[in-house]
T-cell receptor, first 115, second 113 residues
């Protein structure tokens, strides 16, 4: 029912490299949020995009950046990868209205390993 | 600075009995609280939510209770079923423009047949 997909499923990179993760939102959803989930922890908010503009950011450095496209797809880019970037990256789409309780629908995530 | 805390990493209950998952928070500005369920290899799935102006919300077998004075909420599952076995995350949001979910660390529930 969620309709949110992410690619790739798994990814292995080395320290210092750059990575792009992709998300396809549920059709009609104008908002996408990205979360990082480290092992044994809950998801941590990275940033949110609303109608292709950044609409809020968590406590992540500028080497984490994103893009949202009109076709309901989005990207999370991470430059200069560090070992601590190893985590499950989740995207969540929602239809932002005036209500703050618009349900966020999560994709299955991309497991990134940095060696 | 962990604003949402789930102090029990795991919980095991017998099928048919009640499961009670607990969550504490520190930020009195939170406006909504949500519970998400996560199966392996899947993303979190929304389960139930409660507004900060209410103290109880019920949806079928799931009930969430909120105690604002204690900054504590709990999720009750009655009766528990083996298919409920999953990781449960408590999350909170504030009424700002970014609508970011702040998650706890999760509780792994095992419902034994």
């Amino acid at each position: 029912e969620t309709g949110v997909t992410q690619s790739p499923t798994h990814l292995i990179k080395t320290r210092g490299q750059q990575v792009t993760l992709r998300c396809s939102s549920q059709s009609g959803h104008n908002t996408v949020s990205w979360y990082q989930q480290a092992l044994g922890q809950g998801p941590q908010f990275i940033f949110q995009y609303y109608r292709e503009e950044e609409n809020g950011r968590g406590n992540f450095p500028p080497r984490f950046s994103g893009l949202q496209f009109p076709n309901y797809s989005s990207e999370l880019n991470v430059n200069a990868l560090e070992l601590d970037d190893s985590a499950l990256y989740l995207c969540a789409s929602s239809l932002k209205t005036s209500a703050t309780t618009d349900t966020q629908y999560f994709g299955p995530g991309t497991r990134l390993t940095v060696l | 600075d962990q604003q949402v805390k789930q102090n029990s990493p795991s919980l095991s209950v017998q099928e048919g009995r009640i499961s009670i998952l607990n969550c504490d928070y520190t930020n009195s500005m939170f406006d909504y609280f949500l519970w998400y369920k996560k199966y392996p290899a899947e993303g979190p799935t929304f389960l139930i939510s409660i507004s900060s102006i209410k103290d109880k919300n019920e949806d079928g077998r799931f009930t969430v209770f909120l105690n604002k004075s204690a900054k504590h909420l709990s999720l009750h599952i009655v009766p528990s079923q083996p298919g409920d076995s999953a990781v449960y995350f408590c999350a909170a949001i504030t009424m700002d423009s970014s609508y970011k979910l702040i998650f706890g660390s999760g509780t792994r529930l095992l419902v034994r047949p």
